[in-house]
């Protein structure tokens, strides 16, 4: 083997060693990289970067940890993934702030996360002022997650679900017999219940809206379930004849009232969709008992600076900040402190003095426009991650090494300054930070880079160079040279000319006070500004939402709908503001955001853009499947024809294991390959259907030479930088820069009949400059052939080769939600009171 080892003595030189890193497509890496600093991991998407600092790195710390914390329960941990690498040295404890791919809890907030709610509510328990004659209540009181703190009324939701007349039959000029009432389950079941009202002697064929209030009254909101005859297919008239011949009735049936199957429906139904369905017919609206607080009157009736726990979790924690401000340094007024013990104000000093300064770094690293209470799913990935690196800061931690996930992203180069200051910080205390990076303001402040390449997948997994960020300059193979040192300038163009504008007025949404817009169509525009600013508010909400209401698209323009019924959409969403002018510009929308292409591994790159439907067809017109009369659907894992039966088509199995979350394993039968044997017996080009699920794109370009579709789908994603993904890879291993990218290969693949608006939220994340040019080819692409393009976008690199740009602030929370300014590149650029102007000139001259 050539399995090479570190001398013992150069485990204390301050060097972490890895020898022979083959995770993913790593070859066979060597690599030594100073503790105590900060190392980040360049390279272009796909090169290898994750695979050497989470895969190598951070997995065999964290395997090391598990081991040491327990060696008793080492043998259940043989399921942790080791890393393929021979070995490593001098590894720190590690902690990894990732990127969260999969969605949070509902029930985690900016203050459970953060932990700065549990302090809080110390605050109010221990020091906080009661009214008089009321015992202290114990912190748990002040938890809406907990019986002792939950509003009875709405079990600490804050909100009740309930049904309306309105939202259960929302056309009231239909007739029963036309589905008025559109809450009832749909088919037989319905039909079912509209001929029991006919026995009743309901009237079902008068508009809903002429009806007796009483007969609608009991129709919608009884809890009698009588049970009569029904006689299926029979006209008022004939049933009421048949009734009083005391005819046999087709069946016998039970009527529910309408309120009652919805409520009954969603609070039983196993089924998802049914859920789903029901909970469209149901409205939120704010509990009247504790009016949203979520919280028991006598925990609201507390209070710290005249606010109640409710209230102070609502405020910017800018603002929290300021409030702590005077108790923290001792300040606070007299006529505060009256009625507080001695004891009870040195408690009030020590807890507002620690929250003070949690709070500080929180606000350094630009979250000040956030709120305690607001729930993490809201979150765009960048802001949760610096809210856990902030979390960190304050943990006296040292001699860890921390690993992070492109801690740049969502935030706009001033912001990134802040970021710099905070992992500069965890530095000073002694830690090693080790990031994957492709933002250039951070990798110039690395003590030592580790470049990763030349190319993704099969052609990457090299490292191409390991040392100071000066040293880069010489490595003719590395793309990161080129921007780092200048080589690459900016596309610049001369901006386009808007062909009509797409005008929104009355805009309010979050921090969007009654704002006017315009939108060049026909054109590339940025949206920019700080994070916090209102950017996603106004793009990623209020314009898609518009337009896609404007085109009768309901709300989710090509988004798969999630799985989980959405309760929050009902009312608590008012009036977004409206369209003044432009539509005849627009007619279709494509949002192209960052979601997962699908929550299981049943779907992946080839079903999601269509591929596969044509290389099953390729695969049944070969003489042997003919022959044995497959066709296409055979060699699909998702029917029972073709598949694995033990694993259900799906390459794996469940293993339960005692005390421990289960793991997944390769399928015994089929060892991974999703088809029984038959199946893959059939080949097409020397291939089965399993191994062309194993190529890469790149592969599969050069073997489906000449088949025309296969081949333009292919050609299409290797244009937007997939070359290096797997066909089968699942949608659950890609990354939201993956997803995003495939959709926009399947957006581009269709013939583009031009007058589409194309919305993005930061497409650039997880890029490397080289990949985000590319992505811009393909949204220049799209503008001449007729289509307007809206990014949200911090890489000025982007900016300034948009034709147009609107810079939203000028800063985050109440500071921000304005347009700043609007106009081609090179004149924002020059505005005096845009914090992106200095930015965005740098890149352009
Ligand atoms: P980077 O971080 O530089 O974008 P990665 O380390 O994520 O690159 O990926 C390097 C290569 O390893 C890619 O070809 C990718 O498709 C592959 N890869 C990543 N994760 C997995 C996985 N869980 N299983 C198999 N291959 C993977
Ligand atoms: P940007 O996209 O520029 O980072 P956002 O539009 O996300 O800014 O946020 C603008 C303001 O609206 C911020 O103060 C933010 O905290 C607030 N905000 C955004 N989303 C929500 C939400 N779901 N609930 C409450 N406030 C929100
Ligand atoms: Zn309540
Ligand atoms: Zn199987």
Not at 490 to 518: C, F, I, M, Y
Request: proline share 6%; net charge neutral; aromatic share 6%.
């Amino acid at each position: 083997s050539n399995k090479k080892s570190v001398a013992k003595s150069k485990t204390e030189d301050g060097y972490v060693h890895v020898r022979g890193a083959r995770e993913h497509n790593l070859k066979n890496v060597d690599l030594d990289i100073p503790r105590g600093q900060l190392v980040v991991f360049t390279g272009v998407s796909g090169s290898g970067k994750s695979s050497l600092a989470f895969g190598t790195l951070y997995a065999e710390a964290q395997r090391r940890y598990l081991e040491s914390v327990s060696p008793y329960a080492r043998r259940l941990f043989h399921q942790m993934p080791v890393p393929e690498v021979d070995e490593i040295e001098g590894l720190p404890p590690a902690v990894a702030l990732q990127q969260q791919r999969g969605t949070p809890t509902a029930r985690s907030s900016v203050g459970s996360v953060s932990t700065l709610s549990n302090s809080l509510r110390m605050l109010y328990s221990r020091a906080g002022d009661y009214p008089t004659g009321q015992e202290l209540l114990y912190a748990e009181s002040f938890s809406p997650n907990t019986p002792q703190g939950a509003c009875p009324r709405c079990s600490g939701l804050g909100r009740i679900y309930d049904v309306t007349e309105h939202s259960m039959v929302p056309d009231d000029s239909l007739t029963i017999r036309e589905r008025a009432i559109a809450a009832w389950p749909p088919a037989w079941h319905g039909q079912n219940l509209r001929d029991i009202l006919v026995t009743l002697g309901y009237d079902v064929d008068t508009p809903w809206r002429e009806l007796p209030k009483k007969d609608r009254d009991w129709i919608l909101y009884t809890d009698e379930s009588p049970t009569v005859p029904v006689y299926a297919g029979f006209t008022p008239k004939e049933t009421k004849a048949a009734l009083k011949r005391k005819e046999t009735p087709s069946y016998q049936g039970t009527f529910t009232g309408v309120r009652r199957y919805v409520m009954q429906t969603f609070a039983n139904t196993e089924s998802a969709s049914m859920k789903k369905r029901v909970a469209r017919y149901m409205v939120s609206s704010a509990c009247p008992e504790c009016e949203g607080k979520r919280l028991r009157r006598e925990s609201l009736s507390v209070t710290f600076a005249g606010h109640d726990i409710a209230e102070i979790s609502r405020l910017p924690l800018a603002r929290l900040a300021e409030l702590l401000q005077p108790y923290a340094a001792g300040k606070d007024k007299d006529e505060d402190k009256r009625h507080l013990h001695n004891e009870q104000l040195i408690v009030r000093r020590r807890i507002a003095a620690d929250l003070a300064a949690r709070l500080e770094v929180l606000l350094a690293l630009g979250l000040g426009y956030l709120a305690l209470e607001r729930s993490t799913p809201t979150l765009s990935p960048g802001e949760l991650q610096r809210l856990r690196l902030a979390t960190q800061v304050r943990s006296s931690l040292f001699g860890v090494v921390y690993v992070l996930d492109e801690p740049s992203s969502g935030l706009h180069p001033a912001d990134t300054e802040a970021l710099l200051d905070a992992l500069a910080q965890l530095k000073a205390a002694g830690n090693s930070l080790f990031v994957v990076e492709h933002a250039l303001d951070v990798i110039r402040q690395a003590d030592w880079l580790v470049d990763v390449g030349p190319l993704a997948g099969e052609r990457g997994g090299q490292v191409l160079y390991s040392g100071v960020p000066e040293g880069l300059r010489k490595i003719e193979q590395s793309q990161t040279r080129r921007y780092l040192f200048g080589e690459a300038p900016s596309p610049q163009r001369t901006p386009r000319e808007p062909g009509g504008w797409l005008k929104l007025a009355g805009v309010h949404r979050n921090n969007l006070k009654d704002l006017e817009v315009a939108f060049p169509l026909g054109v590339l525009t940025s949206v920019t500004g700080v994070s916090g600013s209102g950017k996603s508010s106004l793009v990623s909400q209020v314009l898609v939402e518009l337009v896609s209401q404007a085109l009768g698209q309901g709300g989710a323009a090509q988004e798969e709908q999630p799985d989980e019924p959405d309760l929050e959409r009902d009312e608590q969403l008012p009036l977004a503001g409206h369209i003044v002018s432009g539509m005849e510009g627009v007619r279709r929308l494509v949002r192209v955001d960052q979601k997962p292409i699908g929550r299981t591994p049943r779907s992946n790159l080839a079903t999601y853009t269509g591929l596969f439907d044509q290389v099953r067809k390729l695969f049944a017109a070969t003489k042997d499947a003919k022959k044995r009369r497959y066709d296409a659907g055979r060699f699909s894992f998702n029917v029972a024809k073709g598949r694995c039966e033990h694993c259900a088509g799906e390459g794996f199995v469940m293993v339960e294991l005692l005390f421990l979350p289960s793991v997944y394993a390769p399928c015994p039968t089929c060892e991974g390959a999703r088809y029984n044997a038959e199946t893959l017996e059939v080949t097409y080009r020397g291939k089965n259907i399993a191994e062309v699920l194993g190529m890469t794109v790149g592969e599969a370009i050069e073997f489906f030479k000449d088949e025309g579709a296969v081949e333009r789908s292919l050609e299409v994603l290797n244009e937007v930088g997939l070359d290096y993904l797997r066909l089968g890879q699942p949608a659950t291993e890609l990354s939201g820069g993956e997803a995003q990218r495939i959709k926009l290969a399947s957006e581009l693949q269709r013939a583009t009949r031009g007058d589409a608006l194309y919305v993005l939220d930061e497409p650039t994340t997880g890029l490397h400059p080289v990949d985000a040019d590319r992505l811009m080819v393909q949204l220049n692409r799209l503008v001449d052939a007729g289509n307007t393009v809206i990014v949200v976008e911090h890489t000025m690199r982007v900016v300034a080769g948009s034709d147009w740009v609107i810079d939203v602030g000028p800063g985050a929370g109440d500071q921000g939600g304005s347009v700043v300014a609007s106009g081609p590149p090179q004149d924002v650029a020059r505005n005096k009171k845009s914090r992106t102007a200095r930015y965005l000139a740098a890149q352009m001259n």
